[in-house]
């Protein structure tokens, strides 16, 4: 939750946007017996947060609370009805494991993925791509986190997107160290 309400914070402060929404994946399995099931059982709800009024990142650490208790209660709600409404949410995930997963009987190693999404074919002069990079965090097992950020690299470039990752960096740090620091 502290991540996504500094990824909130950066990404309000670089569009000027009084509300950001985010999407990240929730494993669905909310019955004990569904732990043990092979397959996708994923949902991915809506997260809203709203960043008028220069909030703390403490009371915006309280409103990604709220909206992932909140959404968990309704995580079943066809994503699909939310996405037409909020076409280009920000993309959040986190992933708390940090080690390969685990299935009976086979061998299973981590699969790394390239932090830039290449399309098939690059934009055209009058295209736009208005998909925000995608924050991960991993949570690695000696306590630090691992963070990528994954972008179209034919819409986005570079530098542009290191700035990106470097603010986050340094909003996350700063917000760390005094939860009562405004996003101005």
Known sequence: MAGMAAWSGVLSSWTGLGEIVLFSPMSGRTRPEFQSLVGS???????????????????????????????????????????????????????????PPRLPGLDCEPFPFSATLVPDRPLEDDETDLHIPRLGLLALPDGSIRGTLTYNGYAFESAVVERLADDFVRFAGGALENPDRRLS
Not at 61 to 70: E, I, N, P, Y
Not at 71 to 85: I, N, R, V
């Open 41 to 99: 059982i994923l949902q991915s709800p809506f997260f809203r947060l709203r960043t008028t009024g220069d909030p703390t990142f403490a009371e915006l650490f309280t409103q990604a609370r709220k909206s992932v208790v909140g959404a968990t209660d309704h995580q079943f709600y066809p994503h699909h009805e939310f996405l037409s409404q909020v076409p280009y949410p920000a993309r959040f995930n986190v992933d708390d494991g940090g080690r």
